[in-house]
Structures are given as C-alpha cells and as structure tokens.
C-alpha cells in the first residue's frame, strides 16, 4: 500500500496535534485522529444505527443517481475517494462508472487495506490503488494512473466536519490534485430539527460515546500516555450560530495526565472539543463548492431534504466575474 508521502509521520502529526490542541486556549484534538482501527469500525457502527440517518438518506440517494453521475462523467475516470474508511458506498458508483482505477484514501491504513481487499474482491478486473495518509495535509496521486479526467468522491458529509476556511481549503486542494476537468461527487447535510440532529450524534444505545471516548485510549496506547479514561464522558451539542453539532469529551472530575511527558489538567466541567459537524442550508453547500472553483452542475436531494449529493465540476480559473 502506497503512502501520501507527508512531511512528518502519522504518528508524529498525531503527537503534534494532541500536544498542540491541548494546550491551545480552547483544548480541541482534530477529528482526523478519531480514526484508528477501533474508532473507524465503531464510526461503520454508528452509520447502521436507526438514529444516525445521513448514511442510510445518502446510500438511497447514490442508488437512485449514480447512473445520473455516469452519464454527465462517462465512462474510463479514475475514481478518487476521499476518506474511504469502509467504502461501503463506492460499489454503488463503481457499477455505475466503469472507471479506469480506483484510488481510496484514508488515514487508517489498516482498515483502509481491508475495505480495499473487499472491493479489489468485488470488482477483480479493476485497478484498485490504496493510499494510506492524511488528506488534510497533502494529496499526491500515485504515479501510472490512467491517462484522462479523475472524478473525486467525497460522501458522508465529511466536509461538514471543517470549519468553513478550513473546508474551502481543502476543496481547493482537491481540485488542484484532481486537475482539470475533473469532476467531484460531495455529500452535504442539510439543517433540520435540532432533536434530530442531537440523537444522531448521541444515541441511546452509547456507540458514538465509544467512538468519541476511543480517541482517548487511542492517545493512551500510541502516545505514552496516561489519560484516565472514566474521568471523561461524551457530549453533543448544537451551536446555532455556526450551524454545526459539535462533539466533545467533557471531564466529570478535576484530573491530571501526562501525553509524552508533557503534563495537563482538566477541572471538571472542562471539555476537549473534538468533532464538528456543519449542517448546510439550500444554498450554502454551493457557495462552499464555488468559493474553491467548483461549479455545481447537478444536485439530488431526498424528499424530506435531509441531505443532498452534489455533482461539481472543476471550474477554469477566472480573473473577472
């Protein structure tokens, strides 16, 4: 399995965000390392749960449009899909698409290198390429790919997890990675009631508070570290002014710990911010695509306008409007 090649190691990044995070004015760990082995297959738990519905409102969605999305890209892409984890959406489009290659990303390699087996399984005569890295950091595409247009795949409204520069950012890094007349296929959630919201990103049954609390044992057994675990607990709330559910780890008791030598302390009441997860209005979504050059060409919603898919070309740059 290939790597994205960046600049430090995964697990030096890691270290450098938890120390830098937590000492930062507001503590907060990126939702990135909430992606270990562990936490990717309780994430693939949590999109089967009856609360948690932007999986089930997507895969419908994808199932109904992907030979929409094939006939505006045609055949023969190389197919990108950004934070592959599972992959369990990408047959949908693979059936659809007869691209050229596959190439999945994830920071998770050992749970990357299994979904990859699975779909190399399913679809023997395709050239399946995974590629172990942080997307945040750096997209270099490997050598050899079929000559043509790529089309990037980027589901679960994992772009909600940005705050709005960051997210812009990275769209535009995707589009300078996937070149011109590339194509994207983005999922985007959509605002709506706010109970609904909250019992998706914390369900009565506690696997998203194992997932959430996971990062702490992840930070206990790569990093030399000595976080009590049962000093914390998870919590979701909705922050209206920024249109996001925002997950935390909040101590329920003074405590104190040390990540690699480097000693911090909790009052209790105190949290770690660690996911966000912005919900998008009617025309908010394309705003975002536009402001990082790209154009919305088609966009499919379900019936209650839960969450939408949005088909995105890469625009020529422009010096005027």
């Not at 430090?8 to 930062?24: E, P």
């Not at 508070?209 to 930070?219: D, E, G, P, Q, V």
Request: glycine fraction near 8%.
């Amino acid at each position: 399995m290939d790597a994205l090649a960046p600049s430090l190691s995964l697990n030096q990044a890691f270290l450098n965000d938890v120390i830098d995070g937590l000492s930062a004015r507001v503590p907060a760990i990126p939702a990135r390392w909430l992606y270990d082995l562990r936490g990717s297959e309780l994430f693939d738990e949590i999109t089967r749960l009856p609360e948690y519905y932007p999986t089930r409102t997507e895969t419908g969605l994808l199932e109904r449009h992907a030979r929409d999305v094939a006939a505006v890209a045609g055949t023969g892409r190389v197919v990108v899909e950004l934070g592959a984890g599972s992959a369990t959406k990408t047959p949908i489009l693979l059936r659809a698409m007869d691209p050229a290659a596959y190439v999945p990303i994830d920071i998770s390699g050992e749970y990357l290198q299994e979904s990859a087996d699975a779909l190399q399984q399913l679809f023997p005569g395709l050239t399946v390429l995974p590629l172990e890295g942080d997307f945040m950091r750096s997209i270099r595409l490997p050598r050899g790919l079929p000559a043509g247009p790529r089309i990037g795949f980027f589901p679960g409204s994992t772009i909600g997890n940005m705050i709005p520069s960051t997210a812009v950012d990275l769209l535009r890094s995707f589009r300078e990675a996937l070149g011109d007349g590339s194509l994207l296929l983005i999922g985007m959630d959509r605002r709506k009631e706010v109970d609904v919201l909250l019992r998706a990103y914390d369900d009565p049954a506690g696997v998203t508070a194992a997932f959430n609390l996971n990062l702490l044992r992840r930070i206990n057994a790569e990093l030399d570290a000595d976080v009590p675990v049962g000093a914390f607990r998870h919590c979701a709330r909705w922050n209206d002014l920024k249109s996001r559910v925002e997950m935390h780890l909040q101590a329920v008791r003074d405590t104190c710990f040390t990540i690699a030598g480097h000693r911090f302390s909790f009052a209790a009441g105190q949290t770690i911010h660690t996911e966000n997860s912005h919900k998008y209005g009617l025309r908010d979504g394309r705003l975002l695509l536009e402001a990082a050059g790209w154009w919305p060409r088609e966009e499919w919603t379900d019936g209650e306008e839960k969450f939408a898919v949005i088909l995105a070309e890469a625009e020529t740059p422009r010096i005027a409007p």
